[in-house]
């Protein structure tokens, strides 16, 4: 079965950066399909989308969130990353990770990779409190 795990959260002032990580196991990408993406839940509000990354390499942001978060991934590590930067406090959330084992072509994943209903699998969550 696939098991992905969050972790890195924590508090940190308004300002200040922090690393997520995102650990994959059970699952063997060998037609290279795995589509990778970071989601939160702000207090208050639904789970949105943060940042994709396809299995070729394409990325997607949140139009808010574009140069302070940086999403990549370390295939040899089965591991996803979530850089972020300039940290504010309404960046508060529950950051969850999540994997779409069918990842089409770069159009499919502009238009689906901040779709809820298309990914297979999904994280616990790790928290993430930005004070000011």
């Known amino acids: 079965q696939v098991h992905l795990v969050e972790s890195g959260g924590g508090s940190v002032q308004a300002g200040g950066s922090l690393r997520l990580s995102c650990t994959i196991s059970?699952?063997?990408?060998?037609?290279?399909?795995?589509?990778l993406g970071w989601f939160r839940q702000r207090p208050g509000k639904e789970r949105e989308g943060v940042a994709g990354?396809?299995?070729?390499?394409?990325?997607q942001y949140a139009d808010s969130l574009k140069g302070r978060f940086t999403v990549s991934r370390d295939n040899a590590k089965n591991t996803l990353y979530l850089q972020m930067s300039s940290l504010r406090p309404e960046d508060t959330a529950i950051y969850y990770c999540?994997?779409?084992?069918?990842?089409?072509?770069?159009?499919?994943?502009?238009?689906?990779?901040?779709?809820?209903?298309?990914?297979?699998?999904w994280g616990q969550g790790t928290q993430v409190t930005v004070s000011s």
């Open positions: 999540g994997a779409i084992t069918d990842c089409y072509s770069s159009g499919w994943f502009d238009r689906s990779w901040a779709v809820l209903a298309e990914y297979n699998y």
């Open positions: 059970g699952y063997i990408d060998i037609d290279n399909s795995l589509c």
């Open positions: 990354i396809h299995s070729h390499g394409w990325t």
